[in-house]
């Protein structure tokens, strides 16, 4: 693919600056995307995102003034980013089976934890779900992309999309995500629930959130494979979830 070179315009001096090569930012487009790729289900398609953050990348040269003293990558990445988050907040990503099974685990994981008084074994959790452990292990896989908080836990409606559920929030006096996480008792308590997690989940969620790892690059540390990577965060996730059932 040959994109364009572009020149910001509609200010003074603007003939003076020099053109931006889209095609040189590309890379930046494929790694935004692989980052997003690493939290969605298996059903969004990697290319989707790529072209979506090309249309992104070619707004945000068109739209950048370097004279705000902002650094192209700085822009383009916020630019790309929204764009591909749009795009995903147009569609119902993830599926209404994989959000049964998301929320059958989190319920299984938290019944557990009161009768046991610890963080349940994966074995258990499929034995409390009625499934062989490599049926749970793909239920796992199904359900990538859980959220720690999304629209739908502030919605009543069961089979809503992510848009009806945000609708029914702007409509209303209803907390959202943003609101929530904003709160600090709200930090403490997640602080509090990520301490409680298996040594290898914390892991886990360490490598991904604090050394920015990906999913290929973990499973090298672990010496597991990158689905195995997925399942585990997802587990991680849920384990979560279940533990701030009251804030969710």
């Known amino acids: 693919m040959t994109l364009p070179s572009l020149r910001r315009k509609g200010y003074a001096g603007a003939a003076s600056q020099p053109e931006i090569d889209v095609q040189k930012h590309l890379p930046l487009v494929k790694k935004l995307a692989g980052m997003l790729m690493a939290r969605l289900p ?8 790529v072209q979506v953050g090309i249309i992104g990348l070619i707004d945000a040269a068109r739209q950048f003034d370097p004279l705000q003293g902002v650094q192209f990558e700085t822009f383009a990445s916020q630019r790309i980013r929204g764009a591909m988050l ?26 557990l934890e009161q009768q046991l008084g610890r963080a349940p074994l994966e074995s258990e959790i499929a034995a409390a779900l009625g499934v062989e452990l490599d049926d749970y ?12 908080v999304h629209f739908e836990d502030f919605s009543d409606g069961e ?4 848009n009806d559920a945000i609708a029914n929030i702007e409509d209303s006096n209803a907390p959202n995500p943003l609101q929530v996480l904003a709160d600090g008792d709200f ?12 040594e290898r989940d914390q892991l886990v969620m360490a490598l991904y959130y604090e050394q920015e790892l990906n999913l290929k690059e ?13 399942q585990l965060h997802t587990q991680a996730i849920a384990r979560i979830r279940a533990k701030m059932k009251e804030w969710l």
């Open 137 to 148: 292990q793909n239920m796992l896989g199904d359900c990538k992309g859980l959220s720690l």
């Open 218 to 230: 973990i499973g090298a540390v672990l010496e597991v494979s990158e689905s195995r990577v997925c």
């Open 159 to 162: 089979g809503e999309t992510l």
């Open 187 to 198: 930090r403490q308590a997640l602080v509090d629930a990520i301490k409680t997690l298996p």
């Open 86 to 111: 749009d795009e995903l907040r147009r569609e119902d990503w993830l599926p209404r089976q994989a959000r049964r099974q998301a929320r059958q685990i989190e319920d299984s994981i938290n019944k």
């Open 42 to 49: 298996a059903s969004v398609e990697m290319d989707d995102l």
